[in-house]
Every structure is written in C-alpha cells, then in structure tokens.
C-alpha cells in the first residue's frame, strides 16, 4: 500500500494539523514529483500556486510533514537535506542517482543483526536507522555512454 496526496490530508487532519494552503501546495508539490526536492527547489516551484510562501513556511512544513512520518528525508553532502512524500507505509530505505535524483524504494531491510552489535558495542539503545544508497540509474548510465560514446558502469 502507498500514500497519495488523499492520504496525506487525511493523515495530518487525523493527527490534529491544519490544512492550510501553503501546505496543501507544498504537499502537491512534492506529490507531483519522483524525486527529492530541496526546501529551495520547492520554493521555486510555488509561483504556480496563489498564494504567499517563504522558505520559512517550506521548512515548518516539511518538519511538520516529517514529523507526522508523511515524508522521506535525505541528507546530501552537496544540496543538504531534500525531501520526498513517503510513497509506502513500510520501513524501507533508499536508492539515489548521483545524476538525475530519481529515488527508488528498498524494502529489503536486514540490518537486524548489525543493530544488535552496534548496540552492544556503544551500549546505545537502537531504535531506529536510515540507510542511503547512491550510484548512477540506467537511464543516466545510458546518457553518460551517448555522450562519451564508451560505457560507465556494468
């Protein structure tokens, strides 16, 4: 099961937050879009939307939104954080491309046992992980092969 733009408004009326339209737009926004968006990229793209926003209210949304559990966060060492809908109910982690951004889902989580030696070993309680992976997708392996006529990766 995954969560669309319905879901969303219904979960946060559920958890007591107003729908305003600032974040009605912010949620169409990032629905609308496979990948992860920095709080500027969506910024950028509220000119469509009627309305006043400011990177103020983008930030307070996707916390709110975050925390509500309605949206994925990323860490990138070069945009910093980017934000994407959480498109399962489901833990899971993610696969990034270093080109285009496209986000793809891993569900396959078996990290049971190294969070017991991680525990052990710093006497921390785990309650949760995130996990992060990068590389390049086929369709920008493909462009980089077209564009220096040789192959990138195999």
């Given amino acids: 099961m995954s969560y669309n733009y319905k879901d969303i408004l219904a979960e ?14 912010i949620i169409q926004i990032l629905d609308s879009n496979t990948i992860f968006l920095t709080p500027q990229e969506i ?7 009627p309305g006043k926003f400011s990177l103020v209210t983008i930030y307070r949304t996707l ?16 945009d910093g954080a980017s934000y994407s809908l959480r498109r399962t109910h489901n833990h899971h982690h993610h696969l990034v491309c270093s080109d285009c ?8 989580c078996n990290l ?6 991680v525990s052990k070993n710093t006497n921390f309680i785990v309650d949760s992980h995130m996990l992060e992976f ?6 920008c ?6 564009s220096d006529g040789r192959k990138q990766i195999s």
């Fill in 63 to 78: 916390t709110m939104l975050e925390k509500a559990g309605l949206v994925c966060r990323l860490n990138n060492e070069f």
């Fill in 12 to 25: 946060l009326r559920r958890q007591g937050y107003k729908i305003t339209p600032q974040r009605r737009a």
């Fill in 141 to 146: 392996q493909a462009k980089r092969e077209q």
């Fill in 43 to 49: 910024l950028q793209t509220t000119h469509n939307h």
């Fill in 112 to 117: 049971e046992e190294l969070e017991k030696r």
């Fill in 134 to 139: 990068s590389g390049i997708c086929p369709e």
């Fill in 101 to 108: 951004r496209l986000a793809v889902n891993i569900e396959d």
